[in-house]
């Protein structure tokens, strides 16, 4: 019974080195998670409060990059992306207000964005879910390959 014990300590203390080495922290995962649940607030571009485009502005000036504090005027930056070949760190677009795009928020990979929500403030959600998945307009990287390989680097 001890070897038995011992041995499942032994796999469950591998598997959780293990886990951490494949999960590990990167730039881009620190900055987004920094803020979460951070309250919405009109205009906000503070940990006190983010509208949406002051949250990926913020998350985006932590690795030099400027951005406009506009969804629509985020969208204009960068290249187009396919979304079958969004990677970490593109930025999501959404009309949510039947005007064309309104909301934005920063891919973080496996289907999922960081964004904040005017009724949850910075939270994370999968692209896939219905309100956003019917609402999805267009993706933008912003990020050179170089930067895009500084923000996935693990810390």
Known sequence: ???LVGFAFSLTLFC???AGSVFAETPLSSAVNEAMGT???YAGTTTKG???SGYTSWVF???GVDLPHTSKGQAELGTEVAKDQLRPGDLVFFNTDGKGISHVGVYVGEGKFYHSATDQGVTVTKLSESYYAKRYVTARRVL???QYKQVMTDK
Do not use: A, L, V
């Open 1 to 3: 019974m001890k070897k």
């Open 16 to 18: 959780s080195i293990s």
């Open 39 to 41: 309250p919405y607030k």
């Open 50 to 52: 983010f509208d949406c």
């Open 61 to 63: 000036d932590k690795f």
């Open 144 to 146: 050179s390959d170089e």
